[in-house]
Nanobody, 122 residues
Framework: QVQLVESGGGLVQPGGSLRLSCAASGVIFSIRAMGWYRQAPGKQRELVAVITERGSTNYADSVKGRFTISTDNAKNTAYLQMNSLKPEYTAVYYC????????????????WGQGTQVTVSS
């Protein structure tokens, strides 16, 4: 199994910054992609940003230019740097990973973290 542990959430004022971290541990041969999703109250979970093992990134239109996703492959950790935060970004942020667990595996498995609350409010 693989565990994803998020950290870095909290309360921040509009215009402020936060940096989320997601550390993956367990049976991991390679991580094909890691991503961040968020779910606001009463809304569906949505993609915020994703990064592949080759470093390709994709962002939701609403966060382009404000958020940056990155990884430390040696630590199996993903980061989400969030700048110029808006109240509408308030949500639970979830980490997601697409993992090849063993060298002989022909499929990957998807894992989720428990989520970290981000609240943007004055």
């Amino acid at each position: 199994q693989v565990q994803l542990v998020e950290s870095g959430g909290g309360l921040v004022q509009p215009g402020g910054s936060l940096r989320l971290s997601c550390a993956a541990s367990g049976v991991i041969f390679s991580i094909r992609a890691m991503g961040w999703y968020r779910q606001a109250p009463g809304k569906q979970r949505e993609l915020v940003a994703v990064i592949t093992e080759r470093g390709s990134t994709n962002y939701a239109d609403s966060v382009k230019g404000r958020f940056t996703i990155s990884t430390d492959n040696a630590k199996n950790t993903a980061y989400l740097q969030m700048n110029s935060l808006k109240p509408e970004y308030t949500a639970v942020y979830y980490c997601n990973a697409d993992v090849q667990q063993r060298i002989w595996d022909t499929r990957t498995n998807e894992y989720w973290g428990q989520g970290t609350q981000v609240t943007v409010s004055s």
